[in-house]
Nanobody, 114 residues
Framework: QVQLAESGGGLVQPGGSLRLSCVAS????????MGWYRQAPGKERELVAL???????NYGDSVKGRFTISRDNGANTVYLQMGSLKPDDTAVYYC????????WGQGTQVTVSF
């Protein structure tokens, strides 16, 4: 059974940083594109960042220059380092793994507020 377990979310002040982790079980991420989406209340789910099996990355326009995605295939984990956080970054962040099909995690809440 495939599971993606996100962690690292929480409450952070504007300008602060957080690192999200997503540990996969039941699959080897080495052949998968891994990434993060987010969904804020009342808004559509949007791409935050992805990293291909070859290491190429892509970011949503709103996070370019502030967020960095990375992967550790040996640890079966993908990370999202988030910096210069803004209140608009408040959302549930979902990890996914995509190859022939797409698997999703349960999400982790990130709240940026004073």
């Amino acid at each position: 059974q495939v599971q993606l377990a996100e962690s690292g979310g929480g409450l952070v002040q504007p300008g602060g940083s957080l690192r999200l982790s997503c540990v996969a079980s039941g699959l080897s991420i080495s052949g998968y594109t891994m990434g993060w989406y987010r969904q804020a209340p009342g808004k559509e789910r949007e791409l935050v960042a992805l990293v291909t099996s070859g290491g190429d990355t892509n970011y949503g326009d709103s996070v370019k220059g502030r967020f960095t995605i990375s992967r550790d295939n040996g640890a079966n984990t993908v990370y999202l380092q988030m910096g210069s956080l803004k209140p608009d970054d408040t959302a549930v962040y979902y990890c996914y793994a995509r190859w022939l099909t797409t698997f999703w995690g349960q999400g982790t809440q990130v709240t940026v507020s004073f």
